[in-house]
């Protein structure tokens, strides 16, 4: 059962909606124990709540970039292996966002969870689209459903790679209106990418 206090000068209808959205679980501790919507609402849950901007800062190299690929792996990856089973959308504004390391991260994650391992070896994933071979090994199988889950991962992922600002702006207007389920996380890597491009208009 969860218990809900009434804030101060909240209506009905925000005191639902606050209700009814848990908070985004990242999987780092970092983010995690930080209560939800601390900059301002109180609330006792903990997480990345519904609506918060957090910002990371730092020199070049130091895991900004690593970080997001992790907070938008947890949140792509099915509930029944602890993620969030939720949609996201990364606009990569430098081009870096590497694909490649997001499968390898996806994969990483996905074949040493311990459920995982247990559905596949008791018959296979099956029930998400997946090719279960009663025939086929073990090694197979579990291949063949490593790349079930990561293809489900991979659809609730949206990509997107703008050439400047007004294109990053269209781009965020755009996805107002063309999604049907709100994301649970909208990332983006490399906010000062267009700063000198923009000086020069």
């Known amino acids: 059962m969860m218990a809900l206090s009434v804030q101060d000068d909240e209506t009905a209808l925000e005191l639902f909606r606050r209700a009814n959205h848990k908070p985004l679980l990242t999987g ?3 983010f995690d124990e930080v209560p939800a919507g601390s900059g301002g609402s109180k609330t006792k849950d903990k997480g ?3 609506g918060d901007v957090v910002e990371l800062y730092g020199p070049s190299g130091s895991g900004k970039s690593e970080v997001l690929i992790n907070v938008v792996a947890r949140c792509v990856m099915p509930a029944w292996l602890g993620g969030e089973e939720r949609p996201a959308v990364f606009f990569d504004n430098d081009g870096r966002l590497s694909i490649l390391r997001l499968e390898q991260l996806l994969k990483g994650k996905i074949s040493n969870n311990t459920t995982f391992q247990v559905k596949s070896a008791s018959g296979g994933i099956g029930g998400g689209g997946g090719t279960t071979h009663a025939s086929s090994s073990r090694p197979q199988q579990l291949q063949s459903d490593l790349e079930d889950v990561l293809i489900g991962c991979l659809r609730r992922l ?5 050439a400047g600002l007004f294109e990053l702006l269209a781009a965020i207007e755009v996805l107002r209106f063309e999604l049907g389920h709100r994301p649970a996380v909208v990332v983006v890597d490399g906010m000062g990418s267009f700063f000198w491009q923009d000086k020069v208009w």
């Open 158 to 162: 949206r990509v997107v790679r703008p």
């Open 48 to 50: 990345v709540g519904r």
């Open 28 to 30: 780092l501790a970092f």
